[in-house]
């Protein structure tokens, strides 16, 4: 017998509310990791999504609040793409586009003459010729999802497309793509010349990346980043970061609290133990620490189950509608690490308030409790 | 030094005479305690020094402050003035009562106190924790102890399924576990039919002279008291007389049942 023996035994002694308390914690672990693993994951599958185009600088409407938010004028890339040691540029206009179903699905227009067009991963089909009008470019997973193939037609803003190439992409964002001709999205979207974003590809030997930023962005009212940089700025997920963390700061802080009410009962009704340890000759540090390793091994059996939990919900992830074709749910194992890490220091100041309790009451008195 | 120092002699329960000490193992010095802001005076100026090897009876109506006294001897309770000297040294702390209690002090309860969803040996293994020894020595020691009360064959048995009479064994058991200077027993056989409590005191008081502790024992029971070579009386909250001691044999029953 040791103080770990000791603690099971007393969570066996109640196991309806030890359940409940493993349960809570589970849910409040699992809950945590899934919402900020899912916040991250978004991150990282745009900018995974940004990365797969090659794009050396990406290009933005200064001051645009989120990566949806800033519009450019199209004549604009043509400039962009006159600055000294820019190879490249291809204006992009993107955003979430109503389909046939009411759902909406991250569309992209590309330009008639844009390289990007040259680089998609082909799977099936083509990509639009140049003039070509009405015609689609879904990602794999995309077409899988909305069950589309070859020359059958999506609607976009109620415009009909018809599908010419299914693309194998390989970042999750990518694959839930529908590409479409510029001057088809800018039509059906009413945003005549306007794109949101202008990809750039520089000639590293006539240009570095720091010089060709400066000399973008001097054309007045754009921001250039690097891929890696563009959602530093975007307010949206800035907020999505922020609330991730916020809920599941109040989620964890509930398991703590789950497990602080489980244990203030238990040692309210082991009062008389508690005096019974004490008549024995435990040190009140020896018994706290019997009360702690109880709350600590709820909280490990309490990760457990949300560590499960988590997994679960990311298997469970690629089935939600809408969102689940496009964002790669995958809890890392830093983000593992710190929940729990953050679980436990919580668990254990939420043991140590019921073990310093206990320990205040003189024995004598602890051992008059029935 | 209050009046019953002037008459410690006698003889134990298995009639070795004692001597008296001058270096008394623990004292009081002044002590009281009151309870609810003073409303209630359990003791009142106390001064009590009990010698090493002696055994003790305190005797005296409910609530006259005998309970009280034997948590301020074992340090479960704490005085409002005075204080509690241990071979001559106060002890202030609950750090140093805690320290006393796992090395020096043993307590039988009345009510056992043992823990019920625990066996008889894990509730003597646990007695022996924070003493730096193994699992494997303590449970060792555990054996040896309920042997010693003759609880081997329950050992493994919980708590809850033995009778009061084995429980307060069990008891005994963990209380000498630590093999302490002064063993206090609070009402030991309180709870006790009259075949156990013979029994129970009979062990007790055995078991103490074999291992040479001091003994201090509350009780109602004037047979047990005079199991002891020296009385204490409390009365409201004060030593009120030191009756005769009385010394009996150990009962034939109980003879049989350690051989």
Same mark, same amino acid.
């Given at each position: 017998?040791?103080?770990?023996?000791?603690?099971?035994?007393?969570?066996?002694?109640?196991?309806?509310?030890?359940?409940?308390?493993?349960?809570?914690?589970?849910?409040?672990?699992?809950?945590?990791?899934?919402?900020?693993?899912?916040?991250?994951?978004?991150?990282?599958?745009?900018? *995974?999504?940004?990365?797969?185009?090659?794009?050396?600088?990406?290009? =933005?409407?200064?001051?645009?609040?989120?990566?949806?938010?800033?519009?450019?004028? *199209?004549? =604009?890339?043509?400039?962009?793409?006159?600055?000294?040691?820019?190879?490249?540029?291809?204006?992009?206009?993107?955003?979430?586009?109503?389909?046939?179903?009411?759902?909406? =699905?991250? $569309?992209?227009?590309?330009?008639?003459?844009?390289?990007?067009?040259?680089?998609?991963?082909?799977?099936?089909?083509?990509?639009?010729?140049?003039?070509?009008?009405?015609?689609?470019? &879904?990602?794999?997973?995309?077409?899988?999802?909305?069950?589309?193939?070859?020359?059958?037609?999506?609607?976009?803003?109620?415009?009909?497309?018809?599908?010419?190439?299914?693309?194998?992409?390989?970042?999750?964002?990518?694959?839930?793509?529908?590409?479409?001709?510029?001057?088809? &999205?800018?039509?059906?979207?009413?945003?005549?010349?306007?794109?949101?974003?202008?990809?750039?590809?520089?000639?590293?030997?006539?240009?570095?990346?720091?010089?060709?930023?400066?000399?973008?962005?001097? &054309?007045?009212?754009?921001?250039?980043?690097?891929?890696?940089?563009?959602?530093?700025?975007?307010?949206?997920?800035?907020?999505?970061?922020?609330?991730?963390?916020?809920?599941?700061?109040?989620?964890?802080?509930?398991?703590?609290?789950?497990?602080?009410?489980? &244990?203030?009962?238990?040692?309210?009704?082991?009062?008389?133990?508690?005096?019974?340890?004490?008549?024995?000759?435990?040190?009140?540090?020896?018994?706290?620490?019997?009360?702690?390793? #109880?709350?600590?091994?709820?909280?490990?059996?309490?990760?457990?189950?949300?560590?499960?939990?988590?997994?679960?919900?990311?298997?469970?992830?690629?089935?939600?509608?809408?969102?689940?074709?496009?964002?790669?749910?995958?809890?890392?194992?830093?983000?593992?690490?710190?929940?729990?890490?953050?679980?436990?220091?919580?668990?254990?100041?939420?043991?140590?308030?019921?073990?310093?309790?206990?320990?205040?009451?003189?024995?004598?008195?602890?051992?008059?409790?029935? | =030094?209050?009046?019953?120092?002037?008459?410690?002699?006698?003889?134990?329960?298995?009639?070795?005479?004692?001597?008296?000490?001058?270096?008394?193992?623990?004292?009081?010095?002044?002590? +009281?305690?009151?309870?609810?802001?003073?409303?209630?005076?359990?003791?009142?100026?106390?001064?009590?020094?009990?010698?090493?090897?002696?055994?003790?009876?305190?005797?005296?109506?409910?609530?006259?402050?005998?309970?009280?006294?034997?948590?301020?001897?074992?340090?479960?309770?704490?005085? $409002?003035?005075?204080?509690?000297?241990?071979?001559?040294?106060?002890?202030?702390?609950?750090?140093?009562?805690?320290?006393?209690?796992?090395?020096?002090?043993?307590?039988?309860?009345?009510?056992?106190?043992?823990?019920?969803?625990? +066996?008889?040996?894990?509730?003597?293994?646990?007695?022996?924790?924070?003493?730096?020894?193994?699992?494997?020595?303590?449970?060792?020691?555990?054996?040896?102890?309920?042997?010693?009360?003759?609880?081997?064959?329950?050992?493994?048995?919980?708590?809850?399924?033995?009778?009061?009479?084995?429980?307060?064994?069990?008891?005994?058991?963990?209380?000498?576990?630590? #093999?302490?200077?002064?063993?206090?027993?609070?009402?030991?056989?309180?709870?006790?039919?009259?075949?156990?409590?013979?029994?129970?005191?009979?062990?007790?008081?055995?078991?103490?002279?074999?291992?040479?502790?001091?003994?201090?024992?509350?009780?109602?029971? *004037?047979?047990?008291?005079?199991?002891?070579?020296?009385?204490?009386?409390?009365?409201?909250?004060?030593?009120?007389?030191?009756?005769?001691?009385?010394?009996?044999?150990?009962?034939?029953?109980?003879?049989?049942?350690?051989?």
């Amino acid at each position: 017998m040791n103080l770990f023996g000791l603690a099971s035994r007393n969570l066996k002694r109640r196991p309806v509310r030890t359940s409940l308390s493993i349960l809570g914690v589970g849910l409040a672990v699992g809950g945590a990791l899934a919402l900020m693993s899912l916040s991250h994951s978004i991150n990282d599958s745009v900018r *995974e999504g940004i990365n797969e185009m090659g794009d050396d600088l990406v290009v =933005m409407q200064k001051g645009a609040s989120d990566i949806f938010g800033g519009f450019i004028l *199209e004549p =604009m890339t043509e400039r962009v793409g006159s600055v000294p040691g820019v190879a490249r540029v291809a204006g992009e206009l993107f955003m979430f586009a109503p389909g046939a179903n009411g759902s909406n =699905m991250l $569309t992209l227009g590309w330009q008639d003459n844009s390289y990007l067009w040259k680089q998609v991963p082909l799977r099936e089909g083509r990509v639009p010729a140049s003039g070509e009008r009405a015609v689609a470019v &879904l990602g794999d997973v995309a077409a899988a999802s909305l069950g589309k193939k070859l020359d059958d037609t999506i609607e976009i803003f109620g415009v009909t497309f018809k599908v010419v190439g299914i693309a194998g992409y390989t970042s999750a964002i990518n694959r839930g793509l529908v590409l479409l001709p510029l001057i088809d &999205l800018q039509i059906a979207s009413h945003r005549p010349e306007q794109v949101t974003m202008i990809h750039v590809r520089l000639d590293h030997a006539a240009t570095d990346t720091a010089r060709a930023r400066g000399a973008i962005e001097s &054309l007045g009212n754009l921001t250039a980043s690097i891929a890696n940089d563009v959602l530093s700025k975007d307010r949206n997920f800035a907020i999505l970061d922020a609330v991730s963390l916020a809920i599941s700061i109040v989620a964890i802080v509930m398991g703590a609290i789950y497990v602080l009410a489980a &244990l203030i009962m238990a040692t309210q009704e082991r009062t008389r133990e508690i005096g019974i340890f004490a008549a024995i000759g435990w040190s009140k540090t020896r018994i706290m620490a019997s009360i702690v390793v #109880e709350g600590m091994l709820l909280c490990i059996a309490g990760s457990g189950v949300g560590l499960i939990l988590s997994l679960v919900s990311s298997l469970a992830f690629p089935y939600i509608p809408a969102i689940g074709n496009l964002v790669s749910f995958r809890p890392g194992v830093a983000l593992v690490a710190l929940t729990l890490v953050v679980a436990f220091v919580l668990c254990l100041i939420g043991s140590m308030f019921p073990a310093w309790r206990a320990v205040q009451m003189p024995p004598a008195e602890a051992l008059r409790r029935t | =030094m209050d009046k019953s120092q002037g008459s410690e002699t006698g003889s134990s329960a298995s009639g070795v005479k004692k001597s008296p000490n001058a270096n008394p193992l623990i004292a009081l010095r002044g002590v +009281s305690r009151v309870y609810d802001d003073g409303a209630i005076a359990a003791l009142t100026n106390l001064d009590l020094e009990i010698a090493s090897g002696h055994s003790v009876a305190v005797v005296g109506a409910s609530g006259s402050g005998k309970s009280t006294l034997v948590n301020l001897l074992c340090g479960i309770d704490h005085p $409002t003035t005075g204080t509690v000297l241990w071979r001559g040294q106060p002890v202030n702390s609950q750090a140093q009562w805690a320290n006393l209690r796992r090395n020096q002090i043993g307590i039988v309860f009345q009510e056992f106190n043992l823990i019920p969803t625990l +066996s008889a040996i894990e509730n003597i293994e646990l007695a022996l924790l924070g003493r730096g020894i193994s699992s494997r020595r303590r449970l060792a020691r555990a054996a040896v102890m309920l042997d010693r009360v003759g609880m081997e064959s329950r050992m493994h048995s919980r708590v809850t399924s033995l009778s009061g009479g084995e429980r307060q064994r069990v008891g005994i058991a963990r209380a000498l576990a630590n #093999e302490p200077t002064l063993l206090i027993a609070d009402e030991p056989t309180g709870s006790l039919d009259g075949a156990n409590t013979l029994l129970i005191a009979d062990l007790m008081f055995k078991l103490c002279d074999d291992l040479g502790m001091t003994i201090v024992v509350v009780t109602h029971d *004037e047979v047990l008291a005079s199991r002891c070579v020296r009385r204490i009386r409390i009365k409201d909250g004060t030593i009120d007389a030191e009756p005769d001691t009385v010394t009996i044999a150990p009962s034939v029953a109980c003879e049989a049942e350690l051989k």
